[in-house]
Structure formats: C-alpha cells, structure tokens
C-alpha cells in the first residue's frame, strides 16, 4: 500500500475523521451493549497444511487445537489455534483450487493484531529473527510480519483495548 502521487489533503482528513467522530462515537458509559458476545474464529487461508502448523504453533507459541475437514469443500482441512482469552486463529486449504498468492485488497485482511504479554513479546520477536522471518518493530511494543502465505501478522504487547496508550475499547 504506497502512492507514489500524496494527494491526500491532511487537514481535510482530519476534519472528516472529527466529524465522523462526532456524529458517531458515544462515551463508554453511553454506548449501547454490544449484539456480539465474541469473535468466534477469524480464518485465513493456507496453502501448506503442516507448515503453518509449524509457523503458527512452533515460531509463535499458538497452540494447534483442532484439525477437521472443513463441511464447505470436501478434502479441505479447517484447522484452529488458541490465541488466548477463548480467541481462535483458524485456517483452511483448499487443495485442488488455485486460490491465488495473498493481497491485501478493498474489503480483504490488512493485518491482524493479536496481543501478547510484554514479558512474552521480546522472546516471540526473537523467535522470528531465529527463524529467519522478516520483520519490522514498531514503537518497541509492535513487530509485524508475514506469514508463510502472506498475511500480515501484529503482534503487540499493550493489553486487550489499547492501542498505544488510547483506550479503544
């Protein structure tokens, strides 16, 4: 995602966020009930099976849970990590299909954040390093990678509704 023409106006931007902002964003205490209880599962797309088992549970530490056929496409693993907090990473491969090379697109996957514990977090980033994936640390609580398939990955050591000191839950 770069241009190499800017012709974004900033300030008009900014005022358009403040506007949406307004018209919008209620204060916590204001703010209805969410319908959802949860994000059951958020699924990507694998081409290797095993090697993202091995990315996902030997370079990240996120426990494989589960390996089922997925009930869409006959042959086609659905598998399932634990990101924690009752959260599910899970993908599927679609052998036999030529599902293309990842890209982030209008309505696609840009990135996924997943927290991890500050303790944890230098330890994951080493592991990444050690395992030869490119990476890039942002504000020394953010690394960000791509999978084996191309996903962009986050991970981020603030807690569960932050995002860099801001409240956003």
């Known amino acids: 995602m770069s241009t190499t023409d800017d012709t974004r106006d900033l300030t008009t931007l900014d005022q358009e966020r403040a506007r949406i902002r307004e018209a919008w964003l209620k204060p916590a205490g ?46 086609s693993s659905h598998f399932f990590f634990d990101i924690g907090h009752g959260n599910l990473l899970a993908f599927f491969d679609f052998p036999g299909l030529d599902v293309g090379p990842y890209a982030e697109v209008l309505g696609g996957l840009h990135h996924m954040a997943i927290s991890v514990d500050p303790e944890r977090w230098e330890t994951l980033v080493r592991r990444l390093t050690e395992a030869g994936v490119e990476h890039e640390v942002h504000s020394g609580v953010s690394v960000y990678f791509r999978d084996p398939d191309g996903a962009r990955i986050e991970l981020i050591a603030d807690p569960l509704g932050e995002m860099y000191g801001h409240h956003v839950l």
């Open 30 to 75: 204001e703010r209805p009930a969410s319908t959802a209880r949860g994000l059951h599962h958020t699924a990507l797309i694998s081409a290797d099976v095993e090697r993202t088992v091995r990315f996902y549970q030997d370079v990240l530490g996120f426990p494989l849970t589960e390996l089922i056929e997925n009930r869409d496409y006959p042959g």
